[in-house]
C-alpha cells in the first residue's frame, strides 16, 4: 500500500474520532458497504490519482493532539472533487463520513475479535488482564461513537471488509 493511501486511511480513522462526538445516527446501507468493498480499489487509485492536490488537508494534524485536533477535524471541509469520486463510486452525497465510519466500524470489530483471542491468557496474567480491561474501555468508547445498526452492517460484511483493508 503506498504511503499516501497509508495517510489517507489514518487521516481517515482520525477525522472518524471528529465525527464520533457527533450524535450517532445511521448513515450506512448495505449498499454502502458493498460500494465501499466493491469499489475501494477504484477509490484509491483515483483518490491518489489527484497527485499532491490535496495534501494539505493533512498538514498540521496531530493524531496525539486531544481533542484540540478533533476539533480541528470537524472544521475541515471536504473537496467536491474528492466526494465525486465517493459519490461515483456508490457512497452517495456523505461519502467520506461514510468512509470513515465504515473503517473505524471496521477497526473496532478487529480490536475486539484479537481481544477475544487474548482472554484466555488474561485468566492466567495480571498484566494481559489490566492490558484487556483498558483496551476494552477505549474500544466501547470508539464502538458508542458509531451507530449500532452501522456497526450490525459492517459486522455482516467484517471478512469482506477486513480482506479489502489488509
Known amino acids: 500500500m503506498s504511503k499516501k493511501i497509508t495517510t489517507i486511511l489514518l487521516f481517515c480513522l ?3 474520532f471528529a465525527f464520533a462526538q457527533t450524535a450517532q ?12 468493498i ?23 494534524i496531530d493524531p496525539n ?21 465517493l459519490k461515483k463510486n456508490g457512497l452517495g452525497d456523505n461519502g467520506f463520513e461514510k468512509v470513515m465510519v465504515i473503517i473505524m466500524g471496521t477497526g473496532v470489530i478487529l480490536m475486539e475479535d484479537d481481544l477475544d483471542s487474548l482472554a484466555a491468557e488474561a485468566a492466567t496474567d495480571p498484566k494481559i488482564k489490566e492490558y484487556l480491561k483498558q483496551a476494552r474501555d477505549g474500544i466501547k468508547t470508539l ?5 449500532s445498526k452501522d456497526l450490525d452492517l459492517i459486522s455482516s460484511k467484517k471478512n469482506e471488509l477486513f480482506s479489502t483493508l489488509k
Open 25 to 36: 445516527k445511521q448513515i450506512l446501507s448495505e449498499k454502502d458497504i458493498n460500494g465501499f
Open 143 to 147: 464502538k458508542d461513537s458509531i451507530n
Open 38 to 60: 466493491n469499489n475501494y480499489e477504484q477509490i484509491m487509485d483515483a483518490i491518489d490519482n489527484l497527485g499532491d492536490k490535496y495534501d494539505y488537508l493533512f498538514e498540521g
Open 14 to 16: 482520525i477525522c472518524t
Open 65 to 85: 493532539g486531544g481533542f484540540e485536533s478533533l476539533i480541528k477535524m470537524r472544521s475541515i471541509k471536504v473537496p467536491a472533487e474528492v466526494q465525486d469520486i
